[in-house]
């Protein structure tokens, strides 16, 4: 285990370097330096050292340090990730369940490619209509609302405002999640110790309990990462929707204005968000798969 | 969660159904310009934000163009974007992939590295920034270039370079680039559809985001998720502004889907 983690953790490290070197490159646009793959080159290890000096440059926008503009954005972007991702928990690992049955599971594959096909701005811009239509709330998509709402708070007046796009990530997270563990179950359907456990005597909840389970419970652990990138895709779409600034709606302006130094941070961290998932999600998975091994 | 369970019956008739779905909007998209009732854009056709009606069933939207063959355009648009950047994703993911299994190890793992850490950030922003890198004209690329990583993986990690036949091959002093090329085509022979249908639903995904986020189309060539951009200031008060090219959209990606016959064992 403590090798499986340690081997784990290294390719983490390589992950992360990697996706520093490539945030370099682009950054270094932002440098002055002569034009040719040799100059270039050189910008890029610069700023690379700058990386892990912890000096991510400036924002071409503000003037202001690039790391203090995203620690000032970053954490609206991680609020509404975390929110959502209760909310995909909630709704994904029930459906995923339900669904990963076996007649159910059948009867629900076109189901589910319809759900599945929405893109996620699609499904923003409906539950907007939804709460507007329906539910009277005080929606804009088309122009910013007044004030920040934060995304942890009792204010009924907030939680309205709040909830549209954590429903958004969270949505886009439980297809995720439902989509991980049927496929956890679909394989898990297909191992053969289930016959041999039933040869055995087990009854066919115990083996559910025992074995199929923590199966399935790995699967969805091991596919932390990708759950990962769904939400923060949908979190880029959700704060472009309904106004929220964030790291990821920070992210579009920043390319937009072409503010390299900050759209190359903001790329790290995301690609760094979804490494150090995985990495959790692979040891957990492994974790839960060698509990009962001797 | 306990049966086992493959209805490769109901698979079939699924996949049937995605592809004639495709060939339907591929017919669509052909006859596009005969089938619409105004050119691409143009303005005043009928009254501002009209509801369906027997003279525009898709009604009209708030500088009073067609809707109906605004949609018809826009799916044009869509789709012909989405063919391109399918194509890059083809080569660069799934083919590029099941070659690079097959180089020498060493160089075969570096690269899978390289292309692990774009997969590693969400095909969204890495399309946004290769569009903001170079210009929107490219973004049917930049669709094509974010889908290929997860492709590149997919197909790199589907590559068993220890099978019997490869050993078999090796051992009878075939060269590798015999042996690379016999596999490829039995390989894409039998997968070709699948992947090209799981490329266009991912890069008809990206595409059309990053056309709704002002990273892709320019006007007047609109695609669909443009159109819902657009939208975005009506759509409260008038549904079908919106519905009409959402729906095309679904239909485009979910047909593409059902085509590629995606199951809950493969990763989308």
Redesign the interface.
């Known amino acids: 285990m403590l090798k499986f983690a340690a081997r784990q953790a290294g390719r983490c490290a390589l992950g992360l370097l990697g996706a520093a070197a490539a945030a370099a490159a682009i950054s270094a646009i932002a440098l002055p330096h002569k034009n040719g793959l040799g100059p270039f080159l050189l910008a890029a290890g610069v700023r690379l050292w700058g990386f892990l000096e912890l000096d991510f440059g400036k924002s071409a926008i503000s003037g202001l340090s690039a790391g203090g503009e995203l620690a000032h954005s970053l954490p609206q972007t991680m609020a509404l990730v975390l929110a959502g991702g209760c909310v995909a928990l909630l709704v994904g690992v029930p459906l995923g369940l339900l669904l990963g049955a076996g007649p159910i599971r059948r009867a629900a594959a076109p189901l589910i490619q319809i759900v599945a096909a929405a893109p996620v701005f699609c499904a923003g811009m409906a539950l907007a209509w939804g709460a507007a239509r329906g539910l009277h709330w005080p929606v804009s998509v088309n122009a910013p609302m007044q004030g920040e709402a934060p995304i942890f708070t009792t204010d009924p007046a907030a939680l309205r405002a709040t909830a549209l796009p954590v429903l958004t990530v969270g949505l886009a997270g439980a297809a995720a999640v439902q989509l991980a563990l049927r496929r956890a179950a679909s394989q898990s359907a297909r191992e053969a110790f289930r016959s041999g456990l039933r040869r055995m005597g087990l009854t066919a909840l115990e083996i559910e309990r025992f074995y199929v389970a923590p199966q399935v419970i790995g699967g969805l652990l091991a596919s932390a990462a990708e759950i990962m990138l769904a939400l923060l895709s949908a979190a880029l779409v959700a704060e472009w929707v309904f106004h929220r600034p964030g790291a990821a709606d920070l992210f579009v302006k920043s390319v937009a204005l072409q503010d390299w130094n900050m759209a190359a941070l903001i790329l790290f961290v995301f690609a760094a968000l979804t490494f150090l998932a995985d990495l959790a999600g692979r040891v957990g998975a492994e974790a839960l798969a060698s509990k009962d091994k001797p | ?5 493959e ?1 490769p019956l ?2 079939a008739a ?1 996949r049937l159904l995605g592809w004639c779905g495709l060939g339907l909007i591929a017919v669509a998209v052909a006859l596009g310009d005969f089938l619409a009732r105004a050119p691409a854009g143009a303005a005043f056709v009928g009254p501002m934000l009209s509801a369906p009606s027997a003279e525009f069933p898709f009604g009209t939207d708030l500088l009073g163009r067609d809707l109906f063959s605004e949609t018809l355009h826009g799916l044009s648009v869509s789709v012909s974007h989405a063919l391109l950047g399918t194509l890059l994703a083809i080569a660069l993911g799934g083919f590029f992939g099941a070659v690079a299994a097959r180089l020498p190890r060493p160089a075969g793992l570096t690269l899978r ?2 292309f ?3 997969a ?6 890495l399309a ?2 290769v ?3 170079s210009a929107r004209f490219y973004a049917p690329l930049a669709a094509g270039f974010a889908a290929a990583p997860l492709a590149f993986v997919r197909a790199f990690d589907r590559v068993d370079v220890n099978s019997a036949h490869a050993e078999y091959a090796r051992a009878t002093g075939i060269s590798w680039t015999t042996l690379l090329r016999r596999d490829l085509t039995y390989e894409f022979r039998d997968t070709l559809g699948t992947v090209a249908a799981r490329a266009l ?1 991912a890069v008809t ?1 990206i595409l ?2 990053v056309s ?4 892709g189309a320019t006007p007047p060539a609109r695609d669909l ?1 443009l159109m ?1 951009a657009a939208a ?2 009506s ?2 008060h008038a ?1 079908w502004t ?1 519905a009409f090219p ?1 729906l095309a ?2 239909v485009l ?2 047909c593409a ?2 085509a590629a016959g ?7």
């Open positions: 969660m306990s049966a086992p369970g209805a109901l698979r699924l590295g390289v692990a850490i774009f590693s950030v969400p095909a969204l922003l946004i920034l569009i903001g890198l639903a995904i059309s985001t709704f986020l002002g990273f998720g819902i975005k200031a759509y409260l549904w919106a959402a959209l679904l990606i979910l889907r059902l995606l199951d809950e064992s493969e990763r989308p």
